[in-house]
């Protein structure tokens, strides 16, 4: 079935440094999403691509749908203490169900 | 508007038992999804229903089971509960399957299992 990998796993910064992540698929995908997950709560929607090489922000979050339709990723600028949590990528292929990656956690020092 | 919303918040069963975990979607949404989020795991797909209709299953035993009511909120059953089914369940929806619409979450029911 259809992998996602995503990296890195976690991730320490200083506030106010610029963050990068990326996932990467073993097929091509028509849809990636990006998705940050909060301590007991649901994760919730931060950017969705669904062109190849589609680059869309949201603030101070940019996020790109690679050319190849295998890779996508996602850049934070200038960090705040509230960019601490999880972030999921999650792409699909046609009419099917998402495949989530396992998730980058963000924590940032003050 | 509303969000998705999710009942209950926490559950607490013993193995062997069954439970039901409940999800009313975004006001105009037709489409819901299951998701298991097991602790330092990211989320596995369970089951999508659109329109009333199972469109897809997960890799999961058929205790695992649900249904979509007609006003479109649907429930989540899980019989004779294992000890590895602790995990949150997450619940989330989206518009019809025409465009590809994004999927918005609910915050979970967190089962645990003892």
């Known amino acids: 079935g259809q992998q996602l990998n995503q990296s890195p796993q976690s991730m320490f910064i200083q506030e106010g440094e610029d963050v990068s992540m990326n996932c990467t698929s073993s097929?091509?995908?028509?849809?990636w999403l990006w998705y940050k997950q909060d301590p007991g709560e649901g994760p919730v929607l931060l950017i969705a691509l669904y062109k190849a090489g589609e680059l869309t922000s949201n603030g101070r979050l940019t996020a790109q749908f690679g050319i190849t339709r295998k890779d996508s990723f996602l850049n934070i600028s200038a960090s705040i203490p509230s960019d601490v949590g999880i972030y999921f990528c999650?792409?699909?292929?046609?009419?099917?169900?998402?495949?989530f990656g396992k998730g980058t956690r963000l924590s940032v020092i003050a | 508007e509303a969000g998705v919303t999710q009942s209950p918040t926490h559950l607490i069963k013993t193995r062997g038992q069954q439970a039901t975990l409940r999800c009313s979607p975004i006001?105009?949404?037709?489409?819901v999804y299951w998701y298991q989020q097991a602790l330092g795991l990211g989320l596995q797909f369970l089951l999508w229903y659109d329109e009333g209709e199972e469109r897809n299953r997960g890799n999961f035993p058929p205790r695992f089971s649900g249904r979509q009511f007609p006003n479109y909120s649907s429930e989540l059953n899980v019989n004779a509960l294992e000890l590895e089914d602790s995990a949150l369940y997450l619940c989330a929806s989206s518009l019809g399957q025409g465009s590809y619409p994004p999927q918005h979450f609910g915050d979970g029911t967190r089962l645990s299992i003892l």
């Open positions: 006001s105009g949404h037709t489409s």
């Open positions: 097929s091509i995908f028509n849809t």
């Open positions: 999650a792409g699909r292929s046609g009419n099917t169900p998402l495949v």
